[in-house]
Each structure stands twice: as C-alpha cells, then as structure tokens.
C-alpha cells in the first residue's frame, strides 16, 4: 500500500510535467492548427541555455528565467522566420517543417554541446520527505506542482480574464472576423506559439533534471508522452490536456514501478495506440461528425 | 465538384501527353528494360570505382528502397509516416536473426541470404499491416504522432528484450563471401554492390509498375481528395492500409540490405533521426515521383561525405571536429528540408521537370 501511495504520487509529480508540455500542444493546435513536432526540440534548446546562464552565474534561478525567457524568444521566432511563410493548405507540410526544425535544432545543439549527457542540476532536494514513516513527497515535487500550477493558472485568467487574451481566442476562432474587426490576426498567432514555448521551456527544465540529464534529444520520449496526454484529453481541449497528463503520469508511473523502467516506452505507444484506435477525439470530445 | 474531380483524376490529363503515335510499349516490358539498362551501368561502374565507392553506391541502393517506399506512402497516398526508420530496423534485424540462424545450423551457402531478405520483407509487411490498420484511421497530426512513437519505441524495445536483440551492443549478420566463380580476388563491396543494386531494382520496377497500375490511380485519387475519392466507389481506408503496406515492405528491404552491407545492426543506426532522414529525402528529392526518391537516397549517403571533407578544410580540435561531423549534416538537412518545403515543395525533381517544360516551351518539339 505504501508503494502503491509513493508511485502515485511520483506519478501525479510525472504527470504534471507532462501535463504542461500537452498543454504547450493544446495551445498551438486551437491557435493555428498544426501540432508542433518542434516542441521538445525548441524547449530542449531552451534548457540548454539555463545551463549556460547558471554555468555562468552560479545561479539556478537566473538559468531558470532565461529558460522561460528563451522558450518565449524561440516560440515567437519560429513562427515569424518559420511557420508564417509555409504553405497551409497541404496539412502535411507543417509537420515536414516542424520535422525540420527538430533536425536543425537538435544538431546546432549537438555542435555546441557535444552528443553527451549534462548532469542537470534540481534545485531542491529529490529525496522524499517521510510522513508517518511514509515516504511521500519530496521538496522537488513540490517545486513542480507549484510551478505547474501557477502556469496553468495564469494560462487561464490571460485567456479568460484579459482583453488579449480574448483576442488570442477570437483570432483562432474566426480569423477572418477578427481581422475585420481589428485584431491583428498574425500577431496573436506569434504570441501563442511563444506562450506555448514558454511553456515547453518550463516543462523541459522540470522533467530533465528527473532524468538521465541534458541531452539533444531528453525531450525525445517525453514529447511522445505529452502529445499522448494532449490526444487522451482530445488535442483541443487545455482542461483535457491537464487531466490526460496527469493520466499518463500515473500510468507511466505504476508500470515501471510494478513492471519495470524499460517497458516505459512500449506503454506510451501501446496506449497511444488504445486510445487513437478507441476514441481518436479523446476523452472530453464532444460527438460530432467529421466535417467533409 | 469533388466527384467530377474523382472521376478525371490529373493523371489521366498527362497520359493524354504522353501518347505517341506508333504501337505502345506496354508499361512492364519499358520499366524491365530501364532497369535491365540501370543493372548493366551499375555493373560496369562497379569495375571502375574502388572499393570505398563501391560500397557507398551499395548503401545508396539500400536507402533507396526505403526512400521509394516512403514516396509511394506520403508522395502518392498522402499519408506522413515517421516511423519508416523502425520498420527498416525491422527488416535489418530479422535478416540478422535469420543469418545466424541459418550459420549456427551449418547452412552457409550464399543463397539462403535470399531466403533471410524475403524473410526481412514477410516479417516487415506483417509489422507494416499492423500500423497501417491502426493507422488507416488517423489522418495528419494523429498519424504522424503514432508513427512518431513507433519510431522512438521501437529502438528501446532491443534494449528491453535483450536477450534476442542483444541490447545497444546489436547482433552480427554472418554472410557468406562472394562466390567462387568470380575469382578468389573478386573484391567484398562489388560483390555486396551487385546483390543490393539487384535486389533495389527488383523492387523499383515492382513499384514503378504499382505506380503506372490501377492501385497507383486510386492512391492519387485518395491523396486528392478523400471524399471525392469515397463517393467514385473507393475503399478509402483499404486503399490507404494497401500504400502503407507497400511501402514497408519497401522499407524493410532497404533495412535488411543495411544490415547486410554493415554485417551487423545495432538500434543506435536505426533512431529517430534515420526516420527524419528518410522524409528529408523524400521530401527534399521531390513528394510523388520515383526519380525523386533517387536523388533522396543519393543524397542520404553523399551529405555526410561532403560535410567530412569540409570540415577537414579546417583545422579544429578534435573534439570540435568530431562534434562538427556528426551534426553538420544533420543541420544542413534540416535547414534545406525548410528552405525546400517554403521555396520549392516539388524538390529536385520539381526544379528539373520545371526546368525541362520551360526548355520545351523555348524549343517546341517539332524542333528537338
């Protein structure tokens, strides 16, 4: 019983994280409907320059802002150098470009850094604190909840309660009543791709320091795991995202705790494959047809 | 509208073109004698390059099946697949597993390599049915997530079932020598050149003939347009589970020929990246056409060459230089698969029929 309380609330810590990065999917899909094949590469580039920053300084919590600062830099660069000029028509060539862009990213990585493993530095202590003799939590899983949760907050009360915030929605929604009513169409798609890549960032520096450490390719995996959250949760839904997250944090979490770390990957597709094949519009999809 | 679109598809308007006056060859017998012509330049080539090209022309051959497969998949069915990369590692290690069986129970006779590679190809389109029903469901971004996971997962399954695959240190593919009618002297690559330009024309000619086929018309006619296509009388999902399985069957025999250059697999040749190499060519080759799945292969193999003799052009540390090599032609593929789908997204093969279309315009052809 006790182990069973520990993996799932290593898992609910897990999921979070990877509540996060679907979220960052979820953003952009309603925004301009293209899933950001990039995201893990763009967020991994970000938590590299932590490194850098706390190389340099000394400091975790300057690395920690410039990772927030760069994810948002990166996201709004990519749209503006990348995304705007491709061609939308063909839902393929998105992909293609974001395919790219993985490419390029994780190998101007690789030139600077080198294809090896960085130890990435927590900034609390990773052991679980004992409650009762139960070990629980530990401070770090804290710090993520924390985080993830004021993110998630702040995601909602911009999208809810603030005038760009509306415009963001109404931009998405009718773009071409938006524009006519004066919002600048293209400029609230730069700002979501960027709020997405913040996003990104903050996951990335989240979960790697629970992993094997930096690394070009650390967000590999993890970004098929998030974008099976944001499918579980239906890709158009951020409070979907959040509970698929959670879901795969937990599931993740049992099967290398009861199973074994190395069938991790082999869950991830396997329920990829359950819930494309059961319920393609994911859990909280309202019944519609297909548009033709 | 979409239906009349269904009914004259744009091919039909090209094979107008493309008629001339005379009795028709009919398409088998033209695509036989192209690759019987394609056999014979590769076997006198392969007498005029030293050993290193020989090999690296075999590796073009084994890329290009795959890269054929992967056009006849996203070129003319319109489907994303980023999973090509674990359906090779498929074929690679069945052919693998097969040698070693085939040597530990004293068969070592260089024709069970035929066996092993029609092994690879079985096991591989029994792997490829099993994505492609799943994935006949899925459209865009869902279909290309799946496949994204098949092709980060399945190189981890090697380390999980270790016992059979050996883990990250892979397996060796026992071969047997290049036989003894060719003289004792007769040099490794040729001979591996031969058996892969053998096998990758084989089946080029299998699937130009598909794309010339009826099968090929109802891929295009899926591609353009699914509803027009359902509404013509189309099995939209069969036809596209039938394009999937096509092309890993391509895939797997360009897996399996790999491993047999190599003589050995081991999952870190088999990533991710080999999955998004294998698109950049396509894409950067040209989306739709076989000739462009060509220049595609090519490229995979002559990049990283052209990027060590430009690094060598500097004098770096060696760890910057080993840092430099493994990435730059990552990067430069990356850079050139945007440039390409934002300025050009016919590829190589676009420019050039682009090319020869403005050439036949200045000269008619009464003319040329």
């Known amino acids: 019983m006790d182990r069973f309380l520990f993996l799932t609330l290593d898992g609910l810590s897990r999921g979070a994280v990877y509540a996060a990065f679907a979220l960052a999917l979820v953003l952009i899909w309603r925004a301009g409907r293209i899933v950001n094949f990039a995201q893990g590469a763009m967020a991994v580039a970000a938590a590299y320059v932590a490194y850098s920053v706390t190389a340099a300084t000394g400091s975790y919590w300057l690395g920690f802002g410039a990772a927030l600062l760069a994810g948002l830099l990166l996201g709004a660069v990519v749209d503006i150098a990348v995304m705007r000029l491709v061609d939308h028509r063909s839902p393929l060539n998105p992909v293609i470009v974001a395919l790219g862009l993985v490419l390029l990213i994780q190998a101007v990585l690789g030139m600077l850094y080198g294809n090896e493993y960085r130890p990435a530095q927590a900034p609390f202590s990773r052991t679980a604190l004992a409650v009762g003799g139960t070990a629980v939590l530990s401070p770090y899983d804290l710090f993520v909840f924390a985080a993830v949760g004021v993110v998630g907050a702040a995601l909602v009360w911009i999208f809810t309660r603030t005038a760009i915030g509306l415009r963001m929605r109404a931009a998405a929604f009718a773009p071409e009543v ?12 730069t700002l979501g791709w960027a709020l997405a890549s913040g996003v990104g960032a903050l996951a990335a520096m989240l979960v790697i320091p629970t992993e094997l450490g930096l690394h070009p390719h650390a967000m590999d995996l993890v970004f098929v795991s998030a974008f099976t959250a944001a499918v579980l949760g239906g ?9 698929g997250g959670l879901g795969v944090g937990l599931l993740l979490s049992y099967v290398s705790g009861y199973a074994g770390g190395d069938l991790i990957p082999l869950a991830v597709l396997a329920l990829l494959l359950t819930v494309l094949l059961l319920r393609p519009g994911g859990l909280f999809a309202p019944v519609t047809a297909r548009r033709v | 509208m979409s239906a009349t679109r269904a009914s004259a598809p744009p091919h039909q308007h090209r094979a107008v073109d493309l008629v001339r006056p005379g009795r028709p060859v009919p398409t088998l017998i033209r695509h036989l004698a192209v690759a019987a012509g394609a056999a014979l330049v590769v076997l006198l080539v392969s007498y005029q390059l030293d050993s290193y090209r020989n090999f690296q022309l075999a590796t073009v051959a084994a890329y290009l099946c ?4 992967l056009t006849i998949l996203t070129g003319l069915c319109g489907q994303l697949s980023l999973g090509h990369g674990a359906l090779m590692a498929t074929g690679a290690y069945t052919v693998a597993l097969c040698q070693s069986a085939f040597f530990d129970r004293g068969v070592t006779s260089g024709s069970v390599l035929l066996l092993s590679l029609v092994a690879a190809v079985a096991v591989t389109v029994t792997v490829g049915l099993v994505v492609g029903v799943a994935a006949a469901r899925l459209r865009g971004p869902y279909l290309a997530g799946l496949t994204l996971a098949v092709a980060v997962v ?19 593919v026992p071969l047997a020598p290049a036989p003894q009618g060719l003289g004792v002297y007769f040099p490794h690559e040729r001979w591996q050149l031969w058996v892969a330009a053998g096998a990758t024309l084989l089946c080029l000619v299998v699937l130009a003939n598909l794309v010339r086929s009826r099968y090929g018309r109802l891929f295009r006619a899926v591609r353009d347009d699914e509803v027009a296509a359902r509404l013509a009388g189309i099995h939209v999902a069969r036809t596209q589970v039938i394009a999937f399985v096509v092309s890993a069957a391509g895939a797997g025999l360009g897996g399996a020929l790999l491993a047999v250059l ?26 739709g056409r076989l000739a462009g799945a060509v220049w595609g292969a090519f490229l995979l193999v002559a990049l990283p ?12 540390s060696p760890a910057a230089a080993q840092r430099l090599e493994g990435n730059l ?7 050139t698969l945007i440039v390409v789908m934002i300025a050009a997204p016919g590829g190589v093969q676009g420019l050039l029929s682009r090319l020869t279309r403005a050439l036949r315009a200045r000269w008619p052809a009464g003319r040329s």
């Open chain 1, 178 to 189: 938006s524009r006519l009513l004066g919002v600048n169409v293209g400029g609230m798609l």
């Open chain 1, 235 to 243: 890709l158009d839904s951020p409070p979907g995202a959040v509970v």
């Open chain 2, 66 to 69: 795959a890269t054929a497969g």
């Open chain 2, 154 to 172: 399945v190189p981890a399954l090697t380390v999980t079932f270790d016992g059979v695959f050996n883990g990250e240190q892979g397996l060796a």
């Open chain 2, 262 to 287: 190599a003589q050995s697999v081991s999952p870190g040749a088999f990533g991710l990246t080999l999955s998004l190499f294998l698109l950049m060519a396509v894409v950067i080759g040209g989306l």
């Open chain 2, 305 to 316: 060459d052209l990027t060590h003799s430009l690094t060598n052009l500097f004098t770096l």
């Open chain 2, 329 to 335: 032609p990552l990067a430069i593929f990356g850079a």
